[in-house]
C-alpha cells in the first residue's frame, strides 16, 4: 500500500469515527454534553495544532541555523556573473 | 579470469558511468577562487565583506515561535478546557462564543488558499508575458 492510501485510510478511519459521534445522538448514541462540547470542533482543532506546531518548528531552525557567511558572499557573486551572462545571451528577466 | 591482475580494471569498466559522481580537486577549484575574490572587491569598496546580520534571523525565528505558542494556548483553552469549566466563570469573559472557534480557522484557510491562488496566476501570466515578448 502506498503512503497516499495509508494516509487516506487513516484520515478516513478518524474521520468517519469522529462523524459517527457527533451524529451519535441523532442514531440513540448519548455522551455527555461536555463531551460533545470538545468533539464536535476536534478536526478544527487538529488542523490549527498542526499548523502551530509547523511554524513552531520553522521559526526555531530559523533561530538556530548558523550563518555561512563565505558561502553566502559566494552565491552572490555567483548570482550576479549568471545575471549578466545571460543577459548578454538574450535572456531577459 | 582469463588475464591475471585485470580483475581491478574488469571491476572498473564494469560500473556504469551513472554511479560515477564527478567531484572537482582543489587545483580545479583555485583559479576560480581567485576570480571570486576580485569581484568580491568590486563589489564591497571598502574591501570588507557585507556584515550578515544573525541578530534579525533570531529575532524573526523567535517571534514565530512566540506566536505559535500563543496562538496554541489560547486555541487549546478555548476548544479542550472551557467545557469543563463553570459557565459562571469569569474566565468565560476573555473567549468568544464556542461557533467563532470554527468559523475564525476556516475563514483564515480561506483566505490562505485565496492568496495562494493569487499568487499563482500572477506568476503564471508574468510567464506569459515573457514569452510572449521573446517571440
Redesign the interface.
Same mark, same amino acid.
Given at each position: 500500500m502506498t503512503k497516499l492510501a495509508q494516509w487516506l485510510w487513516g484520515l478516513a478511519l478518524l474521520g468517519s469515527t469522529w462523524a459517527a459521534l457527533t451524529m451519535g445522538p441523532t442514531l440513540g448514541l448519548e455522551l455527555p454534553?461536555?463531551c460533545r462540547?470538545?468533539l464536535?470542533?476536534?478536526p478544527? &482543532?487538529l488542523? +490549527?495544532?498542526i499548523g502551530?506546531?509547523a511554524?513552531?518548528t +520553522?521559526? &526555531?531552525? +530559523?533561530?538556530?541555523?548558523h550563518?555561512c557567511?563565505d558561502a553566502?558572499?559566494?552565491l552572490?557573486?555567483?548570482i550576479?556573473?549568471a545575471r549578466a551572462d545571460l543577459a548578454r545571451k538574450g535572456l531577459?528577466f | 579470469m582469463s588475464r591475471p591482475g585485470a580483475g581491478f580494471l574488469a571491476k572498473k569498466s564494469t560500473q556504469p558511468s551513472s554511479e560515477k559522481i564527478p567531484t572537482l580537486g582543489k587545483a580545479q577549484v583555485e583559479p576560480y577562487a581567485w576570480h571570486?575574490k576580485r569581484?568580491?572587491a568590486a563589489?564591497s569598496p571598502n574591501g570588507e565583506?557585507?556584515?550578515?546580520a544573525?541578530g534579525t534571523?533570531?529575532v524573526?525565528? !523567535?517571534?514565530?515561535?512566540a506566536?505559535?505558542?500563543i496562538?496554541?494556548t489560547y486555541?487549546?483553552i478555548w476548544?479542550?478546557l472551557l467545557?469543563?469549566i463553570d459557565s459562571q466563570h469569569v474566565i468565560h469573559k476573555y473567549f468568544l462564543p464556542?461557533a467563532y472557534?470554527?468559523g475564525i480557522? !476556516?475563514a483564515v484557510?480561506l483566505l490562505l488558499l485565496l492568496f495562494v491562488g493569487l499568487f499563482i496566476t500572477c506568476v503564471m501570466l508574468k510567464n506569459q508575458k515573457?514569452t510572449k515578448?521573446?517571440q
Open positions: 454534553l461536555t462540547e470538545v464536535w470542533p476536534l478544527a &482543532y488542523l +490549527v495544532t502551530c506546531f511554524l513552531g +520553522v521559526g &526555531y531552525r +530559523v533561530a538556530t541555523f550563518d557567511e553566502a558572499l559566494e552572490q557573486t555567483q550576479q556573473e531577459r | 571570486f569581484k568580491l563589489l565583506p557585507p556584515k550578515k544573525t534571523d533570531q524573526v525565528g !523567535l517571534g514565530l515561535v506566536v505559535s505558542l496562538i496554541f486555541y487549546t476548544v479542550i467545557p469543563f464556542r472557534a470554527v480557522p !476556516l484557510g515573457v515578448k521573446v
